[in-house]
């Protein structure tokens, strides 16, 4: 299926490994140009899917407004960016959390992602076009028990989509979410067993989410054929939300 992303331009954050990484690949195989931030870029610099790599903290004003003025003078302009850094945090009760636990996740979780979408937005306001879209949660539904400063982060990345999905109208400028399930990716790593046995056991389908099923879905999103849907959510949680 053609989701006609060839030549289109983007910016994916994250893009060292993960749901990035995978998005980044399946949008270069559908004909997009990719420039590629993250703080860790060695598992990618030499992937030819990406055209251009630039190592970018998200959460660092500084860092991003360099970042997407060395992407645009790659690409020599942008279509969209995904923004898909990200982190989970701890996973312990909401009384064991300190401040600084939980503020490093709403730096990167939601500062990062107003930083990133904000950079791109002069770019896209002078086309009149574009696609931003960012990897949020069911957990920004649902809640999250056991990590809250990730639930708190997502919760606060779809409102402001939401909102900036309006105020960017009328345009062909669109601001949707992605809100997967539990993915299996290297941030499990940081999850206890428990915490994950137990998210697990809340997704109908039995199975975790892939990334290459995020990477699709994002893709179609993504697209020009994706025209008439903004602020909205994009569920690939197995059947786990209920609204």
Partial sequence: MSFDLDGQRFVITGAGKGIGKAIG??????????????????????????????????????????????????????????????????????????????????????????????????????????????????????????????????????GFAKGLARELQPSEITVNCITPAITETDLLTGMSPEYINEKKNLIPMGRFCSVQEIADMTAWVASPRCSFTTGQLFDVTGGRAKH
Avoid at 33 to 54: M, P, Q
Avoid at 148 to 154: F, L, Q, R, T, W
């Fill in 25 to 158: 690949k399946r949008f270069a195989e559908l004909g997009a140009r990719v420039s590629a931030w993250d703080l860790n870029l060695a598992g990618i610099v030499s992937d030819c899917a990406f055209e251009h790599c630039v190592q970018v903290d998200v959460t660092d004003e500084a860092s991003v407004a360099n970042g997407v003025y060395a992407s645009i003078e790659a690409l020599g302009g942008l279509e969209g960016l995904i923004a898909s850094a990200g982190i989970n945090g701890p996973t312990k009760p909401t009384w064991e959390y300190s401040l600084s636990d939980w503020q490093k996740v709403l730096d990167v979780d939601l500062t990062g992602v107003f930083l990133s979408v904000r950079s791109v937005l002069p770019q896209l306001r002078s086309t009149g076009y574009g696609r931003i879209i960012v990897i949020a949660s069911v957990a920004a539904k649902d809640g999250n028990p056991g990590a809250v400063a990730y639930g708190a982060a997502k919760a606060g990345v779809v």
